[in-house]
């Protein structure tokens, strides 16, 4: 077993690891965050509210490349909220970018998997 002043110097450095690790990550997620802007994205009423709203912790490409429903766009609003610290959205604020996403990055229509004989159900 190693010594006490061996094992606390190791937690130490294993905090000071982390709190770095933390920095640098934060740093890139602001620096991805740094290069977009509401105007790459579809117009709409509500895209700026969207934008600044999901950019506070990760980059719009990230939001714009999920296409949802609404119901699945409020309970990932909902998520974010409760599980990531995302400031509550609410009343017409909501209202407004859930129109926005909801319009802007519907659900994808489900990929053609080749030719489909139309008697076989």
Known sequence: MMPLHTRTAAARIARQLSLAAAVLLAAGIMARAQDEAPEDYPPGDGRDGAFYA???????????????SRVQWDATINLMTSKHGMPALE???????????????????????????????
């Open 54 to 68: 999901c950019t506070a912790c990760h980059g719009f490409k990230l939001v714009a490349a999920q296409g949802m």
């Open 91 to 121: 009343g017409r604020d909501r209202e407004v970018v859930l129109n926005y996403l909801e319009a802007a990055f519907p659900p994808r229509a489900v990929p053609s998997r080749g030719f489909q004989n139309p008697f076989i159900k």
